[in-house]
């Protein structure tokens, strides 16, 4: 069809104002995502929360979901982001991938990063090469939050051979790294099984046994802190007889050789999602629960198994130390702690 100039001014007006509209309406859409609510982050998937929080500012390490179609899992690198009010988020983008390990074969799996004696410790869970097959926990370092990590060791700080009780390949996965109050650091893994073990102060090595310490129901994710006297291992956890989807359950102990006192569960199932994945930090006089669901969409690609979405909510105590359960909610931490609701749910 051709148009002559006096046609052709009001299909212009007429383009331009639906431009126009388009635009107002993508910023309405923007704007009406409130800070704070979740996900937290929209335009990437994102999975296994690991909070870090140095001086004013809240650093959130995350696994980057790429799964296409019905692929399980495909996570490639980690991302790290941070905010120092929790409604503003700087995204820092990737600062490893898996295979910067020159051992392993790829899958960035759950991280933890921690600060000892000026620098960043990050340990994760990667596929380790044909020469020690199975999961293995990795572990790098850097003089800044953001990176870049480099291998720390130049080989895995924990292999499948290492836990020989362990039932299947993939049980040394979901590092959590937690320094006491004498100065030594910790780190728990696992999957059915969960392991402690002493690190010495160069963070590279074990030092001592590798004990297990599995609660009820556990089957990954295990995440370490204090608070008072007394310790948390919270951790993602499957009664396979009654449900199909991991929720949130945690354990509590006077010292970190336990004895461990199961304490029941923190939540229900992230929406969409059989895994879940608890980050447990206290920030700026509030405490935070940082979790995964898979009930975000990015263009045509639905929440699945490999394609999950970071949440944080309201973390809330009891006056006996236990953890108020905590409902998985869309506001997230926009509405205020005070009205949080605290009900666990399917
Ligand atoms: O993200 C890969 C694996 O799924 C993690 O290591 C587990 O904790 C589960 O979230």
């Not at 993508?26 to 140095?54: E, G």
């Not at 995204?91 to 004696?117: E, N, V, Y």
């Not at 295990?222 to 310790?231: D, I, Q, S, V």
């Not at 499957?238 to 006192?261: C, F, I, M, N």
Request: glycine share 8%; hydrophobic share 40%.
């Amino acid at each position: 069809m051709q148009l002559n100039r006096r046609s052709a001014l009001p299909v212009l007006r007429a383009t331009v104002a639906i431009a126009a509209s388009m635009i107002v309406l993508s910023a309405v859409a923007r704007d009406s995502v409130a800070p704070r609510s979740n996900p937290l982050f929209r335009d990437r998937f994102t999975a296994d929360p690991a909070p870090l929080v140095v001086g004013d500012r809240l650093y959130l390490y995350v696994g980057h979901d790429e799964a296409q179609r019905d692929e399980m899992f495909n996570m490639r690198e980690w991302l790290v982001y941070s905010t120092t009010d929790m409604a503003t988020w700087v995204d820092h983008g990737p600062i490893m991938k898996a295979t910067d390990f020159a051992w392993a074969k790829g899958d960035a799996w759950a991280s933890q990063a921690i600060a000892k004696d000026g620098r960043f410790w990050f340990y994760a869970a990667v596929e380790h090469d044909d020469t020690q097959p199975g999961k293995a926990i990795a572990v790098a370092v850097s003089d800044s939050p953001t990176g870049p990590f480099v291998d720390a060791k130049g080989s895995a700080l924990v292999t499948n051979a290492m836990t020989p009780r362990g039932t299947h390949s993939w049980e040394d996965i979901d590092p959590t790294v937690f320094t006491d109050e004498d100065g030594t650091t910790w780190i728990a893994w696992g999957n059915r099984q969960c392991y402690i073990a002493r690190l010495k102060p160069n963070m590279i090595e074990i030092d001592g046994d590798i004990t297990e310490i599995t609660p009820p129901h556990f089957e990954e994710g295990p995440w370490l802190h204090k608070r008072g006297t007394l310790y948390y291992l919270t951790y993602a956890s499957l009664d396979r007889s009654t449900h199909r989807d991991e929720k949130v359950s945690y354990a509590t102990a006077p010292s970190l050789q336990g004895p461990w006192t199961y304490r029941g569960e923190l939540t229900g199932s992230g929406k969409y999602s059989f895994t879940i994945h608890p980050g447990i930090v206290e920030f700026k006089g509030h405490w935070y629960l940082f979790l995964h669901n898979a009930a975000l969409t990015i263009g045509d690609q639905n929440g699945a198994i490999g394609r999950r979405a970071v949440t944080v909510e309201h973390l809330q105590y009891n006056p006996d130390g236990s953890m108020k359960p905590v409902l998985q909610t869309e506001a997230g931490i926009s509405v205020p702690r005070s009205t949080a609701q605290t009900v666990a749910g399917d």
